[in-house]
C-alpha cells in the first residue's frame, strides 16, 4: 500500500474515535495509530514482492508458568482451560496498560514486546513495572483461587536490544514479529528464572540502573554464547512502592533431615540418563539441601527420585534449579528450589514436613 493511503486511514480513523468519544487522539497517541496502521499495510504486500524489515531496539519479555505441564495432567480439562485463560487474561491486561504488546501465546507462556511499533524513551522502565505488576497479580490469583486449584507460579525473563522487525512466513501463512540473537538470548534468560522471579540482563540493567531494585550479578552459561552472560534478579521498583512478591512465596518451615536421593541432570529441557547419587540434608515446602561428591552447576536444572518415609510416598516427578552451592569439606553442599511439581508430590512434602516439624516439638 502507499503511504498516502495509510495516511488516509489514520485520518477516517482520528474522524471515527472524534465522533465516537467526543474528541480525536492526541499527537503521541496519533504517532502510535499511524504506525500500527503503516505495520498493518505492510501485511498486504503483493504477491512476490521482497518482505521488509527493520532493525529496531525493544525491550522482549518471556513470561513461563512453572509447572503447568505436570499439573495439567492431574486436573479435569474444563478446570484448566479456565485456570490458564483466567491468568493469561489477567497478564493481558497488565501488558496494555503498561503500553506493551504480546507478541504471541505459546501455550502457558507469551512473548512481549517493548518498543514496537513505537519506541518510547520509558520503554525498559514500563517492561520492569509491567513484569513486577504480574508477579503481584501472580500471588491474588493464587490468594482467590477456587477449591481443589494448585497454586501456579510464573517465571520472567526480560533482555534489551535490537532485532530485526517484519513479516515472516509465505502467503498461506505469515505474522508480523520480531527475530533475532537478542529475542533467543531473553528466551534463555526466561528459562533460568526461578518460581515468582524475574531475571533482566545486563543490557537491560543498564537502561534503568536508577530505576529498579536488582541483585548483584550472576553469569550463567546459555546455548550459543561462548562467554558467560550476567543476568540480576528484580527486586521493586522503589519509586513506584512495587515489590515482587517471591519472597513471600519462598517461607516455609525447613527441617533436616537424611534422605538418599538420586539426581538427573536436564539438558535442553531433556533429562540425562546418569544418576547422581546424593543425599538430602534439609527439606522445606520449596526446596531442599543436597549433598553430593560432584559439584552442581548453579542456575542448572535438575530431576529428583526420592523416598518420602513417614508418608510412604516415592518422589519421581519433581524438578528443581541449584540456587546455590559451597564445598564443604571433599563433599558439595547445593541448594535446590522446586520448579516443576504436580499436586499430591507438593501435599505429600508438605504433609512430611508438617509430622517433621511436629515430631521435633513433642
Keep these: 500500500m502507499k503511504d498516502g493511503l495509510s495516511k488516509e486511514m489514520v485520518h477516517r480513523l482520528q ?3 472524534a465522533r465516537e468519544t467526543g474528541s480525536p487522539l492526541g499527537k503521541e497517541a496519533e504517532a502510535e495509530m499511524a504506525a500500527i496502521v503503516r505495520h498493518a499495510c505492510g501485511n498486504d504486500e503483493d504477491r512476490g514482492a521482497e518482505p ?20 495439567t495432567s492431574t486436573l479435569p480439562a474444563g478446570m484448566v482451560i479456565s485456570m490458564l485463560n483466567r491468568c493469561l487474561g489477567r497478564m493481558s491486561e497488565i501488558v496494555s496498560r503498561q503500553h506493551g504488546v504480546i507478541d504471541k501465546f505459546m501455550g502457558d507462556s507469551l512473548m512481549v514486546l517493548f518498543g514496537i511499533p513505537v519506541e518510547r524513551d520509558d520503554d525498559v522502565h514500563r517492561a520492569l513495572t509491567c513484569a513486577v505488576e504480574m508477579q ?3 500471588t491474588e490469583i493464587n490468594r482467590d483461587r477456587p477449591e481443589g486449584m494448585p497454586e501456579l507460579f510464573m517465571g520472567i525473563g526480560i533482555n534489551t536490544g535490537s532485532v ?22 531473553t528466551s534463555r534468560i526466561e528459562a533460568f528464572s526461578l518460581r515468582g522471579q524475574i531475571l533482566i540482563s545486563e543490557n537491560t540493567h543498564g537502561y534503568s540502573k536508577e530505576y529498579g531494585a536488582v541483585s548483584e550479578p550472576m553469569e550463567v552459561y546459555v546455548k550459543g554464547k561462548s562467554q558467560p552472560v550476567k543476568l540480576r534478579e528484580l527486586y521493586a521498583i522503589p519509586s513506584l512502592n512495587l515489590d515482587v512478591p517471591r519472597k513471600e512465596v519462598r517461607r516455609s518451615h525447613r527441617v533436616e533431615v537424611r534422605f538418599p536421593c538420586q539426581i538427573k ?14 543425599t538430602i540434608r534439609d527439606i522445606g515446602y520449596h526446596g531442599v539441601l543436597v549433598e ?12 529428583l527420585e526420592f523416598d518420602l518415609p513417614l ?14 552451592s559451597k564445598q564443604e569439606g571433599d563433599r558439595h553442599l547445593a541448594g535446590l528450589e522446586f520448579t516443576s511439581i504436580t499436586p499430591e508430590t507438593d501435599m505429600k512434602i508438605q504433609l512430611l514436613v508438617q509430622l517433621l516439624v511436629t515430631e521435633a516439638a513433642a
Excluded at 265 to 278: E, G, H, N, W
Design 15 to 17: 474522524r471515527l474515535i
Design 52 to 71: 521488509s524489515f527493520t532493525p529496531c531496539n525493544v525491550t522482549i519479555m518471556f513470561a513461563d508458568l512453572r509447572g503447568f505441564t505436570s499439573i
Design 136 to 138: 503481584i497479580a501472580m
Design 164 to 185: 530485526m522487525a517484519g513479516k515472516f512466513g509465505t502467503t498461506l501463512y505469515s505474522e508480523y514479529t520480531v527475530i533475532g540473537d537478542e529475542v533467543n538470548l
Design 265 to 278: 541432570l536436564v539438558k535442553d529441557k531433556y533429562v540425562i540418563p546418569m544418576k547422581i547419587d546424593a
Design 292 to 303: 553430593t561428591r560432584q559439584q552442581l552447576v548453579l542456575l542448572s536444572e535438575v530431576k
Design 311 to 324: 508418608v510412604e510416598f516415592k518422589v519421581n516427578d519433581l524438578y528443581a534449579k541449584v540456587v546455590n
